[in-house]
């Protein structure tokens, strides 16, 4: 049974009201949905967050779902689109702080992501995407870590093959010359 057949079967269990099926399907796609947040607004705290808005919005609309797209395609749209939702809510947000609380939320994040190192090189990572601009970066994370296609990013973000892959390349081109310079600093 493929992917798609086995999601279609969990969704209809799910619009016929068995609550399991929607449990299943989360258990399936949550961390995907997790790793995709986390690279998009950077951090652990604010990608749960995206991950509960995510899973709120498949609960409430996963029954008018009609699999024009693949359950995975609209996940990631869904996604994507929370996550730079949250981004820009937050870039609001630290404009009125003061520069105290800043620094107090980066230090203790930084003392807990110091600790290990895997959890140093993803900041560092995570450092570089968040430099990229929201739309560059989303295409280079569903390329890069999702492994999409051009033409499933198509389907989520709603541009043409030939503009992904413009943003794609100068993403690409800018991930590399920020990781250069971190690795000379």
Sequence with gaps: M??????QILIEEFKDGNESSFNRLILKYQQKIYWHARRMTGNHFDADEVVQEVLMVLYKN????EMRSSLYT?????????????????????????????SMYVTNENSITN???????????????????AKQREIFILR???EMSYEEISEITGTSTGGLKANYFHAYKKVLELMDEDNDG
Excluded: C, G, H, M
């Design 2 to 7: 493929s992917i798609a057949e086995e999601d």
């Design 62 to 65: 996963l029954k008018k779902f």
């Design 74 to 102: 609209w996940i990631y749209k869904i996604t994507s689109t929370r996550s730079l939702n949250f981004i820009n809510r937050r870039k609001i947000k630290e404009s009125f702080l003061t520069d105290d609380d800043n």
């Design 115 to 133: 600790k290990i190192e895997a959890k140093e090189k993803l900041e560092k990572l995570d450092n570089v995407l968040q430099q990229l601009p």
């Design 144 to 146: 890069n870590f999702e």
